[in-house]
C-alpha cells in the first residue's frame, strides 16, 4: 500500500513502479470509479507492457502484451525446444 497526499488542486501523483506495471504513460486516459468507500483507477486503454503500444494489446496474466511481443515472447520460449 502507498499514501500519498492530494495536491490542492486534488491531483495525486502514481508512484512510477505502479505506472510500469499497468504500462501507463504520461498523458494516457484512465477510469476513475468510486465504489464501496474506495476509488478504483484503471487504465482505458490498456498498453504493451515491453514496448508501450495500444495496438493489437490483449490481456495476458493481468498484464497488457501486444500481438508482435506476444510472438516474440513465443519464439524465445520455443528456441532449444522445437517438436
Ligand atoms: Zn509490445
Do not use: W, Y
Not at 40 to 64: N, Q, S, Y
Amino acid at each position: 500500500m502507498v499514501q500519498k497526499k492530494m495536491s490542492t488542486h486534488g491531483a495525486v501523483n502514481i508512484p512510477v513502479q505502479m505506472r510500469r506495471s499497468m504500462g501507463l504513460q504520461p498523458k494516457d486516459v484512465i477510469e476513475l470509479e468510486e465504489k464501496d468507500g474506495a476509488l478504483i483507477l484503471r487504465p482505458r486503454e490498456i498498453r504493451c507492457a515491453f514496448c508501450g503500444t495500444d495496438e493489437d494489446v490483449l490481456k495476458l496474466k493481468g498484464k497488457g502484451i501486444c500481438v508482435s511481443c506476444l510472438a516474440k515472447a513465443q519464439e524465445r520460449k520455443g528456441e532449444g525446444n522445437e517438436d
